[in-house]
């Protein structure tokens, strides 16, 4: 694992063409296009009736891994989502924009501490309720959505967030992102594409509801409002790249010097002051300019083999901010045939837990530009290479926590 004091700090963490950029509306996303093309309704999880339908059979055939209680874990296991805030829909359910039950004479009167004490208490709350690593960051407009489904978000002058009959609005004084992750559990991701990485997806998610509605309850009980979310309201990696999280990586999600990219991720937006955490440069692009393992994994070939790039490959990928496309329609379509989500991009990226230097023996596909040559350095410096035989299993970090 990456200590955090061995990193260098960037201002700018991303190559943005500002002719080229616009904020990204939810519509857009492959969830929506998928549904949009199932069944022609316009909403979040229309796609999910194809997958559910694949689960089934696979179910009922007795296929290994897919059995009635592989899917009962995941159904367990995403329980407390689909209660508390069902992935992420804005100012439903318990992801309400007004305090949940905070009495008013605590709503009213804001403690009065300075920043730096305000910042502790919130990550120690946000660690409390169950996240594994918390930033602060401003809250850049241009990663608020665009739109929902239906209605804009709109930042302005406002005394409070809240919904009306034709727009959501973020008051122009909700200016700090609090943006936080949990890990999952890497044994099950690596069964991916199986249930059982699903289910800790799905566990994934329920944590996130957990922890985004709860630290909201604990800022507006010291005063100041909040927005909890999921993956609603506003594009989660770019802040959590802001907030010092991570970097974004090939696979086109966060990854972590903790985790990788086994983590999902949320975020609580207030008017609170918050010191700002800084971004982070570990490598994490040149390291994957060098290592195709996550597209080279894809069923699905959703992930490029490219170079990071200004250009959209389809309507699901913003264009203007340089990165690697992800195919998403692709990806999600696997979800549906597979029965279940997939996690193989997340499962073989070497950041998951350091490399296993018998790959390097027994990849048959070597590339020229070969990885694990090529990152020697990083091998060394973080113990990825402290095998005693050449061949032998090399040291394997594991996260601090499994589950809740
Ligand atoms: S989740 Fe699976 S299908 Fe989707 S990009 Fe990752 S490896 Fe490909
Ligand atoms: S598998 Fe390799 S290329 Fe893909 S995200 Fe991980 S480090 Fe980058």
């Known amino acids: ?77 995403n329980s407390l989502n689909l209660l508390l805030g069902n992935y992420g829909k804005p100012n ?4 309400k924009w007004d305090p949940l039950f ?24 946000a660690v409390f309720y169950g996240a594994d690593l918390v930033g602060v960051t401003d809250l850049d407009p241009k990663w608020v959505f665009s739109k929902d489904m239906v209605k804009p978000f709109v930042i302005k002058e406002a005394d409070k967030p809240k919904e009306t009959e034709g727009e959501f609005v973020i008051p122009k004084s909700i200016n700090k992102a609090i943006v936080m992750a949990v890990a ?32 909201a309850e604990y800022i507006r009980g010291l005063g100041y409002q909040a927005i909890p979310t999921m993956n609603d309201t506003a594009l989660s990696i770019p802040l959590a790249v802001d907030a010092g999280l991570g970097q974004l990586g090939r696979l086109g999600i966060l990854i972590t010097p903790e985790y990788g990219p086994n983590v999902r991720l949320l975020k609580v937006l207030t008017d609170m ?47 203007g901010v340089e990165k690697w496309p992800i195919k998403s329609e ?36 070597c590339r020229t530009r070969c990885v694990l040559q090529t990152n020697t350095f990083m091998r060394k410096k973080y113990g990825y290479l402290e095998v005693t035989k050449w061949g032998g299993e090399s ?10």
């Not at 890497?186 to 991916?192: H, P």
């Not at 594409?193 to 985004?212: C, D, E, Q």
């Not at 394997?396 to 499994?402: E, N, T």
């Open 92 to 95: 439903t359910q318990f992801l």
């Open 330 to 365: 692709k990806c999600l379509e696997f979800w549906q045939e597979n029965g279940a989500s997939c996690s193989n991009c997340i499962a073989v990226c070497p950041f998951i837990e350091g490399y296993k230097s018998t790959m390097c023996i027994e990849c048959e596909d």
């Open 184 to 215: 999952m559990n890497v044994d099950m991701t690596k069964t991916s594409p199986s249930v059982k990485a699903s289910a800790t997806t799905s566990l994934g998610y329920s944590r996130m509801g957990i922890t985004a509605v709860a630290l």
């Open 395 to 404: 040291k394997v970090l594991y996260p601090r926590r499994k589950g809740l």
């Open 102 to 125: 905070t009495p008013d004479m605590m709503q009213e009167n804001s403690v009065d501490y300075d920043s730096d004490k305000l910042t502790s208490m919130v990550k120690e709350a």
């Open 273 to 319: 002051p918050l010191e700002n955490d800084r971004p982070i440069d570990f490598g994490v692009v040149e390291f994957c300019k060098n290592c195709y393992l996550c597209a080279e994994s894809c069923p699905s070939k959703a992930i490029s083999f490219d170079e990071p790039t200004y250009e959209a490959d389809s309507d699901n990928n913003n264009p």
């Open 1 to 77: 694992m990456i200590p955090r004091h061995e990193m260098t700090y960037i201002d700018k963490p991303y190559k943005i063409d500002k002719e080229k950029y616009e904020r990204f509306p939810v519509t857009r996303q492959a969830f929506a296009t998928v549904s949009y093309k199932d069944t022609g309704d316009i909403g979040y999880n229309f796609w999910l009736d194809k997958m559910m339908a694949n689960m089934a059979v696979k179910m009922q055939k007795g296929i290994e891994g897919r059995k009635q209680e592989h899917n009962a874990l995941d159904f367990g296991a």
